[in-house]
């Protein structure tokens, strides 16, 4: 039997899930990474220039939940471990499952073009080209930062320095400085956190309120509190609700904005440490900036504050520098996939880790990789086309339905709700498989004997 011969683009932990269960099904397949290393944004400092990862970074879904379901992090490890440690776990798992050999260092995919026949042609930054029968993208959606849009005005004449959380490596750079951190997502409070121990003020602004969590409930992570998918969501979101208020009342308790969204309506931020970092004084809350001056920012409630520094954690884009845009885009951070990992027109591209989960990324880019191998080896077959489109207007509606309309929510999911839909549909699919026969899905126009791959 022939099979088809992928490329995987990325070998951060989205790619190197993806990488095990193509290996273990006997595919064949090339998975290009341009660092040195597997870890994509968990490698401080990366090489590629890519990675968001600041000095004290540390995980805020715990350890339990980010761990691949055949790989659990150490024992050893603290439940919300720092990135060396996260770095080091992927290490091992490509290790282990020996899998650093099938990785190709140092190389960029530049460019990814689909043939008249199907086939993709794939151009190495090296020069080198290469086809495939499918192509795996896991590139990671947490690298090109969003700036305000438009800038604030005044942002040009400001004299300080201003930065996206992207660039911002640790907190000497806030050293007895006025800091003014924009957002209200994890980055934000993170380094608002890191600044209000060295600045001599840090000011946290945002134009939308959020809920905060803290790391642990009931004496675990909050990741691990009960959450059963086929309880209704509103009986689930009722019960955060009510453990978040009797933990810390309402955020405009603290001087923060007023949520206009109920918990889920939002991606979560998670932080042991900004309340009590708030209540010690040693971070002011202010609204939304209004604009920049050259040595001060004024806030839309008409209050002003001087400033050497504005820090801004205002998101990021999904972008793939290697399709044509007028091809595979995703403008304003839309793109409508099945399950967000299959194309709807294009049978053989297939999306990894492009998922913003309330949970870790890390399982469910192994459920998809499974998935995706499924498929190619003929396993899983898809529904039709019609249902394929229906699925994805659902999803889309439900989400527009559910959260708040954000550039920040279009690729939102549950992980509890995520991964047991997806077991069902890859059930479903593998009976509609059998029923075809186990035929491969995808032409195998350059296909390979998997006796001899
Ligand atoms: C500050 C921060 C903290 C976070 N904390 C958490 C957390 O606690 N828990 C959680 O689940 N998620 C967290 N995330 C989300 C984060 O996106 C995931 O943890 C994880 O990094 C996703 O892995 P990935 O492989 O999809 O992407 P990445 O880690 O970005 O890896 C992508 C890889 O693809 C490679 N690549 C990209 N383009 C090419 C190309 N053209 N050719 C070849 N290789 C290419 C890159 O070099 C990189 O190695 C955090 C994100 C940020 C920014
Ligand atoms: N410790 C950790 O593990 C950790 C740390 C940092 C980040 N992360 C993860 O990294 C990802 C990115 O997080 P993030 O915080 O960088 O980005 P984010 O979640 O997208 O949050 C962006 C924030 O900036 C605000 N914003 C965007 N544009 C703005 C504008 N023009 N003016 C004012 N405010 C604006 C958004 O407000 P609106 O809601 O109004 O759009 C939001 O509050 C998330 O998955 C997060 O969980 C994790």
Request: hydrophobic share 40%; charged share 25%.
């Given at each position: 039997?022939?099979?088809?011969?992928?490329?995987?683009?990325?070998?951060?932990?989205?790619?190197?899930?993806?990488?095990?269960?193509?290996?273990?099904?006997?595919?064949?397949?090339?998975?290009?990474?341009?660092?040195?290393?597997?870890?994509?944004?968990?490698?401080?400092?990366?090489?590629?220039?890519?990675?968001?990862?600041?000095?004290?970074?540390?995980?805020?879904?715990?350890?339990?939940?980010?761990?691949?379901?055949?790989?659990?992090?150490?024992?050893?490890?603290?439940?919300?471990?720092?990135?060396?440690?996260?770095?080091?776990?992927?290490?091992?798992?490509?290790?282990?499952?020996?899998?650093?050999?099938?990785?190709?260092?140092?190389?960029?995919?530049?460019?990814?073009?689909?043939?008249?026949?199907?086939?993709?042609?794939?151009?190495?930054?090296?020069?080198?080209?290469?086809?495939y029968d499918a192509l795996l993208v896991a590139n990671g959606h947490h690298w090109k930062p969003r700036w305000p849009e438009p800038p604030f005005p005044g942002a040009d004449t400001f004299a300080g320095q201003q930065l996206h959380a992207h660039s911002y490596v640790d907190n000497s750079i806030f050293e007895g400085r006025r800091a003014v951190i924009l957002g209200m997502g994890n980055s934000a409070m993170d380094i608002a956190v890191e600044s209000s121990y060295v600045a001599e003020r840090t000011y946290l602004a945002g134009r939308s309120g959020v809920w905060i969590l803290p790391k642990y409930v009931f004496g675990k992570p909050v990741d691990q509190m009960r959450n059963d998918p086929r309880v209704p969501f509103a009986v689930r979101q009722r019960l955060i609700q009510a453990v978040i208020r009797s933990y810390a009342g309402p955020p405009e308790r603290y001087g923060l904005p007023k949520p206009q969204h109920r918990f889920g309506q939002a991606h979560p931020t998670i932080s042991g440490r900004i309340l009590d970092r708030i209540q010690h004084g040693t971070i002011t809350p202010k609204p939304n900036i209004e604009s920049l001056q050259e040595a001060s920012v004024r806030f839309v409630d008409g209050s002003a504050v001087e400033a050497d520094v504005v820090v801004y954690c205002t998101g990021y884009q999904i972008a793939f520098p290697f399709f044509?845009?007028?091809?595979?885009?995703?403008?304003?951070?839309?793109?409508?996939?099945?399950?967000?990992?299959?194309?709807?027109?294009?049978?053989?591209?297939?999306?990894?880790?492009?998922?913003?989960?309330?949970?870790?990324?890390?399982?469910?880019?192994?459920?998809?990789?499974?998935?995706?191998?499924?498929?190619?080896?003929?396993?899983?077959?898809?529904?039709?086309?019609?249902?394929?489109?229906?699925?994805?207007?659902?999803?889309?509606?439900?989400?527009?339905?559910?959260?708040?309309?954000?550039?920040?929510?279009?690729?939102?999911?549950?992980?509890?709700?995520?991964?047991?839909?997806?077991?069902?549909?890859?059930?479903?699919?593998?009976?509609?498989?059998?029923?075809?026969?186990?035929?491969?899905?995808?032409?195998?126009?350059?296909?390979v004997d998997t006796a001899a791959s």
């Open positions: 039997m022939t099979l088809p011969r992928a490329c995987i683009i990325g070998a951060g932990s989205s790619g190197i899930a993806a990488a095990k269960a193509l290996h273990e099904r006997g595919l064949a397949f090339d998975c290009f990474e341009k660092s040195d290393r597997v870890g994509g944004n968990w490698v401080f400092g990366n090489k590629n220039g890519m990675s968001a990862a600041y000095r004290d970074l540390f995980i805020n879904t715990s350890r339990q939940r980010m761990s691949y379901s055949d790989f659990p992090m150490p024992e050893s490890y603290p439940d919300f471990p720092h990135h060396t440690h996260i770095a080091a776990y992927f290490d091992d798992y490509v290790d282990h499952f020996g899998l650093r050999e099938k990785i190709t260092f140092n190389t960029g995919v530049e460019h990814a073009a689909r043939r008249a026949d199907g086939a993709w042609e794939v151009t190495l930054d090296d020069g080198q080209r290469r086809e044509d845009e007028d091809f595979i885009s995703a403008p304003d951070n839309h793109i409508e996939l099945f399950r967000r990992v299959f194309h709807p027109q294009i049978a053989n591209v297939f999306f990894i880790g492009l998922l913003q989960p309330l949970g870790a990324i890390m399982p469910i880019a192994e459920a998809q990789g499974a998935w995706v191998g499924d498929y190619l080896a003929g396993d899983y077959r898809l529904p039709d086309a019609a249902r394929v489109r229906a699925d994805i207007a659902a999803d889309q509606a439900a989400m527009r339905k559910r959260y708040v309309a954000s550039k920040r929510h279009t690729i939102q999911v549950d992980f509890d709700d995520y991964l047991y839909a997806l077991a069902k549909e890859r059930a479903a699919g593998a009976e509609r498989a059998r029923r075809n026969g186990f035929k491969p899905p995808v032409e195998c126009l350059l296909s």
